[in-house]
């Protein structure tokens, strides 16, 4: 049997408070570069853009019977509709979160703030679940199970957005992580609803909802 010193146990306990001490500094950091504000536009944005996204092919199903009878000059529109709003989701993100962070400090950029995010512990939580989300929506929509795509993604945000409120404390991730989780079981619980109801329901809603419980005052409270 191996003997362990008192020396290797006091280095040890030095090693574990270094660590905590590194995870303890980094917290406040994160809550100021996840603050739900620096969301505030792009989530209001994305949630409504799903939202009447979703109510168009609704009423397009209904005139139309199924996704294939509505013309295709209107299928190839959306389609472009859709690409251009998530492009524009994407380039706004980088620009509103930098210029919101900077508001905190001048010293932020945008690869000083992936470079932080990145290299936290978060990432080992984030790239499973976003490659879990990937995989199933490829394999649902190969298997012609569109439906299923809905609360794959939607529990998949819920659990991302649980661990930043974990992480953060900030109780705004919380709330709409719950609500993502819940409105995407109920997609697969109440299958006799159209899944376009829940699409705006659980994604759009909820990305509203976020928009909506974001403010200003969060920043008082970066550094508890």
């Not at 994160?30 to 168009?56: C, D, W």
């Not at 509709?81 to 400090?105: E, N």
């Not at 490659?131 to 569109?146: R, S, V």
Request: proline share 3%; with cysteine; hydrophobic share 50%.
């Amino acid at each position: 049997m191996v003997k362990i010193s008192a020396d290797q146990v006091d280095k040890l306990l030095e090693d574990i408070s270094s660590i905590k001490s590194v995870l303890s500094k980094n917290k406040p950091v994160l809550k100021q570069l996840l603050l739900p504000t620096h969301f505030r536009v792009i989530s209001f944005i994305s949630g409504a853009s799903i939202i009447v996204l979703a109510a168009v092919y609704y009423y397009l199903l209904l005139r139309y019977d199924y996704y294939y009878g509505i013309p295709e000059g209107i299928r190839q529109l959306l389609i472009g509709i859709i690409a251009a709003i998530y492009i524009l989701t994407v380039v706004l993100k980088r620009i509103l979160w930098v210029r919101s962070v900077k508001r905190l400090d001048k010293r932020y950029t945008f690869g000083a703030i992936v470079k932080i995010i990145y290299t936290h512990q978060l990432v080992h939580i984030w790239v499973p679940i976003l490659t879990t989300i990937i995989f199933f929506t490829g394999y649902f929509a190969y298997m012609d199970q569109e439906r299923y795509i809905i609360p794959t993604i939607s529990i998949g945000l819920g659990i991302l957005y649980n661990s930043i409120g974990g992480m953060t404390r900030l109780w705004q991730y919380l709330i709409i992580g719950y609500w993502f989780i819940v409105t995407g079981v109920m997609t697969v619980v109440f299958a006799e609803v159209s899944a376009l109801v829940f699409l705006a329901l659980s994604p759009g809603c909820g990305l509203l909802f976020f928009a909506f419980m974001s403010g200003e005052s969060d920043q008082d409270n970066v550094g508890e």
